[in-house]
């Protein structure tokens, strides 16, 4: 079955360490690449979105993303990690001719200790 | 402040017993959507709308309905609820008219128990 897979369910970092999780994806064809957060008791919110263009996309709060297509991934990126970035990351995927939905990975819980 | 406003944020009930997760959101958005959040599994679309009285099936719209008579609300009925119907909901708007264009607006989520 297609699907959005996100290979770390639960990544513990120390503060100022980098961050890399993982989002590959199955469709063939012109996908529309997303990461959203979820902070701990807050609802999701966009952190960046891949439509076309420049495969690396920048994000808010100091996050970015690479799209390859080669490899069906895009994986969210962060040099320095910290303590207020704690919260569940969610890859999710518009596929070809799915237009009116999202296609959400399992999730990635990051705890960042100080 | 635009948001997506969801009630009840918790609730739990017992098998059978009907009742209704609202969604209201103050954007103007012409695009909303329902989706469940499973551990393990993120998050599924329930049911969908476009607009005004136009609503569809995500992947998993069993045991649920929806209706949309007003642009801003989105109530989500669950007729006769079941244990397997545990979760966490969150509504969603779009910017647009269609989300792969734009930035999805969730709500804050409401946690339903059914025993």
């Known amino acids: 079955a297609q699907s959005v897979s996100q290979h770390n369910h639960h990544v513990i970092l120390s503060e100022a360490a980098s961050l890399e999780l993982g989002c590959n994806y199955s469709y063939g064809g012109t996908v529309n690449l997303f990461w959203y957060v979820q902070y701990p008791g807050q609802h999701l919110q966009l952190l960046l979105k891949?439509?076309?263009?420049?495969?690396l996309v920048k994000g808010i709060k100091g996050f970015e993303a690479e799209f390859i297509k080669s490899k069906f991934s895009f994986n969210l990126r962060k040099p320095s990690v910290q303590w207020s970035d704690t919260a569940e990351y969610f890859c999710a995927v518009n596929p070809p001719g799915g237009y009116n939905k999202l296609i959400f990975g399992a999730g990635t819980r990051l705890a960042v200790h100080p | 402040e635009a948001q997506v406003t969801q009630n009840p944020r918790y609730l739990i009930t017992v098998t059978g017993k009907k009742l209704t997760v609202t969604c209201s959101q103050n954007m103007n958005h012409e695009y909303m959507s329902w989706y469940r959040q499973d551990p393990g599994l993120g998050l599924r679309q329930i049911y969908y709308?476009?607009?005004?009285?136009?609503?569809d099936k995500g992947d998993v719209p069993e045991g649920y309905k929806v209706s949309r008579k007003e642009k801003r609300n989105f109530p989500l009925i669950l007729e006769s609820p079941s244990p397997n119907q545990t979760s966490l909901y969150f509504c969603a708007s779009s910017t647009s008219g269609r989300p792969n264009t734009g930035e999805l607006f969730f709500g804050e989520g409401s946690r339903l128990t059914v025993l």
């Open positions: 891949y439509f076309s263009g420049d495969p």
């Open positions: 709308s476009m607009n005004v009285e136009v609503t």
